[in-house]
């Protein structure tokens, strides 16, 4: 890709800042030791007590597909089953136009009109294959767990992000697939007794897909940090 592209040299700061959401990825396989060496260094990501909470399935190949057609059909057919509520029903400013602002120029990208709804689905669908992505990630943890936890899995979802990169590898986080819940759960083999939090695209990004150069603003300190000294 551009500047900030993945190498396994890289800095921190350049893995963090660089990040960026890919939604177009190449179908070049990933080694499974590959997967393996990120996930085991992402779970050096803190835990509360160090009870390291977070659950992976990893989908490749024939399960993955099996995945994206089960699903993809789901999404066709409106049978949607929440995992949980991600967004209140009515969202307020700021987070609004942030919101809308990332989608209109994420659509741009694509080359869909904003009222063009049937290019937006398909769009949509994209997802439901990964981006094309030759490896899926599911995070779940176990439902009777509570807040702390969340925050784990997130500080480890991170890590799999960031260190994807020193893998010259990106991601992209999809909590898409909690909307689908019920099918990825069947579909995959994931007990009822664990909650899923988040699935993820990982593989190599296409270097010519147009939706792959879009970077989201990003509020500066002033905007959420409030520093004290007195």
């Not at 480890?156 to 999809?174: K, S, Y």
Request: with cysteine; hydrophobic share 35%; proline share 8%.
């Amino acid at each position: 890709m551009q500047d900030g592209s993945p190498s396994p040299d890289m800095p921190a700061r350049a893995a963090v800042t660089g990040r960026r959401s890919i939604r177009r990825f190449l179908p070049d396989p990933v080694p499974q030791e590959t997967v393996r060496a990120i996930l085991a260094e992402a779970s050096r990501a803190p835990s509360g007590t160090n009870t390291q909470p977070w659950h992976v399935t990893v989908v490749t190949g024939a399960a993955r597909d099996r995945l994206c057609d089960a699903v993809t059909k789901a999404a066709e057919a409106g049978e949607r089953s929440e995992e949980y509520e991600y967004m209140p029903a009515k969202l307020r400013e700021p987070y609004i136009t942030r919101r809308r602002r990332i989608g209109y120029a994420l659509y741009a990208l694509y080359g869909v009109a904003r009222d063009d709804y049937p290019a937006r689905k398909r769009a949509m669908l994209r997802n439901f294959n990964f981006f094309g992505a030759p490896v899926g990630l599911f995070f779940s943890m176990d439902r009777d767990l509570l807040y702390g936890s969340w925050l784990d899995c997130g500080m480890f979802m991170q890590n799999v992000m960031i260190l994807a990169r020193a893998h010259g590898l990106e991601t992209c986080p999809q909590q898409a697939w909690c909307e689908f819940g019920q099918v990825v759960h069947e579909t995959l083999g994931i007990p009822d007794d664990r909650i899923l939090i988040s699935g993820m695209s990982l593989g190599h990004p296409d270097p010519d897909a147009p939706e792959n150069t879009l970077v989201s603003e990003r509020e500066p300190p002033e905007g959420f940090a409030t520093f004290l000294t007195d």
